[in-house]
Every structure is written in C-alpha cells, then in structure tokens.
C-alpha cells in the first residue's frame, strides 16, 4: 500500500526558509523509475508544480521558482525534501508530495500539509 | 512553458447525465496527459493517464480521450460523489502544467 505524508512548520515568517518533509511507505526511491515531486495549491486555487527528484538523483525544478527551491531525499529513511528560501505571502498554500513510477504523471498523493506565510 | 486551458470553469449537471470536460494544450503533448478528481479538503485522485487509460479502481463512466493538443473527460450517468473538481495535467515535458480546474456541482 503506497502512502505519503508531508510535514512542515506549519506558520513561517517571511524571509525564512521553508523546509518540507514528504515521509512514504509501499515503495522505495532506490527502485528503477521511481520519483517523488513537490506541488502546491493556494487554497481555492490551482495546482502548481515545485519540483521532481527521482531514484538516480536526478533533480527537476519550475524555472519560475528555481533559484529558491532545493529538493533532497533519503532512500534509506524513505523520506523526501522540499526547501523554499526566502519566503513571503504568495508562498502561503497546501504543499502536496506525490509519487511518480516509470511516467511523468503523480499516481498517488499525500494528504497535504498547510503552511501559512505571515508576519 | 505549455499552457493548458481548461474549459468550462464550472458545470452543473443532473444525476444520471453526461458531461465533458476539456483541455487544450498550447502544442502537442503526444497523449501525455493525465485528469484527476479533487474533492474539498482531499488530494488530488488520479483518474485518467496517457490521455485515455484509467487507473486502477476509477469507475468505467470515467474515460479520457483526445490527441496531439486537444483533450477531453467525458463522465457518463453522473452520480453524487462525483462532485468535485477536475483538473488535467500535461507531463509531455518540464515543467508539468496543470489546467486551472473544472468544478462539478450536481443539481
């Protein structure tokens, strides 16, 4: 059964950075093909793309937000990272880790986890 | 970037009729397309991928069709739960773009 679950600080203030964890059971990040990938959705707004990280590290970014974003994993404690420097309000949404395996598309989702951007 | 524009922005629709959902990408995207189904307060739900193959578990009134730009999800003899919000995604090539959404209301 595959499952993820993002975690974050839930309020940060802005300028500070941003630090996710996506931690995940029912497959591994050491499989051929296998990738995870970082989306956010401000609420009662689309979906926006952050960044992918697959099985041999190779890493992908939105070139809009590229210069923040740095994303990591840990094969052996199946986890993956997201960070977001500099922050401000327009970084305020629900931050989504899915799964990718052998194709482009996320096949299955975490529950999100809000984080809010304020002074 | 490719665009993706999704029409309608939102749909009412009776139980038990058939409706379409769109999108139109800003070049080809070779069937690389996926829709999935959001609910308030859930994750997305992967329904459709390649354009046309349904995942595991989506009911068979769910079905995807279209090629090279133009793509659509047709949602036959529509129940309850399927009120939510659609949204398409194009994964043909960096960086995936996601339509702006669809939202389902049952009358």
């Known amino acids: 059964q595959v499952t993820l679950k993002e975690s974050g600080p839930g309020i940060l203030q802005p300028s500070q950075t941003l630090s996710l964890t996506c931690t995940f059971s029912?497959?591994?990040?050491?499989?051929?093909?296998?990738?995870v990938g970082w989306i956010r959705q401000p609420s009662g707004k689309g979906l926006e793309w952050l960044a992918n990280?697959?099985?041999?590290?190779?890493?992908y970014y939105n070139p809009s937000l590229k210069n923040r974003l740095t994303i990591s994993k840990d094969t052996s404690n199946n986890q993956a990272f997201l960070k977001i420097t500099n922050v401000d309000t327009a970084d305020t949404a629900t931050y989504y880790c899915?799964?990718?395996?052998?194709?482009?598309?996320?096949?299955?989702w975490g529950q999100g986890v809000m984080v809010t951007v304020s002074s | 970037d490719i665009q993706m524009t999704q029409s309608p922005a939102s749909l009412s629709a009776s139980l038990g009729e058939t409706v379409s959902i769109e999108c139109l990408a800003s070049?080809?995207?070779?069937?690389?397309l996926a829709w999935y189904q959001q609910k308030p307060g859930k994750s997305p739900q992967l329904l459709i991928y390649?354009?046309?193959s349904l995942q595991d578990g989506v009911p068979s009134r769910f079905s995807g069709s279209g090629s090279g730009t133009q793509y659509s999800l047709k949602i036959n003899s529509l129940e309850s739960e399927d009120a939510a919000t659609y949204f398409c995604?194009?994964?043909?090539?960096?960086?995936?773009?996601f339509g702006a959404g669809t939202k389902l209301e049952l009358k």
């Open positions: 070049e080809d995207i070779y069937n690389n």
């Open positions: 995604l194009q994964d043909s090539e960096y960086p995936p773009t």
């Open positions: 899915a799964r990718m395996f052998r194709a482009y598309y996320f096949d299955y």
């Open positions: 029912g497959f591994s990040l050491s499989t051929y093909g296998m990738g």
């Open positions: 990280i697959w099985w041999d590290d190779d890493k």
């Open positions: 390649y354009a046309s």
